[in-house]
């Protein structure tokens, strides 16, 4: 008798923990990045490698690359948020409606970019790395996590 309760406690608790973790990903598909997450980027014309996170700090939002960031070097190469996602933007339309958050500091490590006061990312679906002169997408990255996963 107390091995048939001890089985149907640990199906139970089984079948608790299945439904907490299905209510755990919903969440976790529907949410935008936090502050905190931390993201990789995806190449488009270039490897870019290395992550990203949204850090608040000092009454400020910012994007920070970590120090494992590392791609080509070019011409005049910025940092953007779009309102399109990584799949769908290009080298044509990464500027459109866009926003620059400034130059890319250096082809490699940890970086910051402050995002202007008042700025809502829910306004944007994305972050580039984009070469402004010639039109050529690097490659970025999904603002919210349902995209990135």
Not at 39 to 61: A, C, L, R
Not at 117 to 132: A, K
Request: hydrophobic content about 35%; some cysteine.
């Amino acid at each position: 008798m107390q091995f048939t309760k001890s089985r149907k406690m640990n199906r139970t608790r089984s079948l608790l923990a299945g439904i907490v973790l299905a209510v755990v990903a919903v969440q976790t598909i529907n949410s935008p990045v936090l502050a905190g997450d931390e993201h990789g980027f995806v190449s488009k014309k270039y490897d870019i490698k290395g992550g990203w996170q949204i850090v608040e700090e000092n009454g400020k939002t910012l994007i920070r690359f970590d120090k494992s960031f590392k791609t080509k070097g070019g011409p005049d190469l910025k940092v953007f948020l779009s309102p399109l996602s990584i799949a769908d933007v290009s080298g044509k339309t990464a500027t459109d409606n866009s926003i620059q958050l400034g130059k890319l500091q250096s082809i490699t490590g940890s970086q910051d970019y402050i995002l202007p006061d008042g700025l809502s990312l829910e306004d944007y679906n994305s972050i580039l790395v984009h070469c402004e002169q010639y039109s050529v997408l690097w490659g970025g990255s999904d603002l919210h996590a349902a995209k990135s996963n």
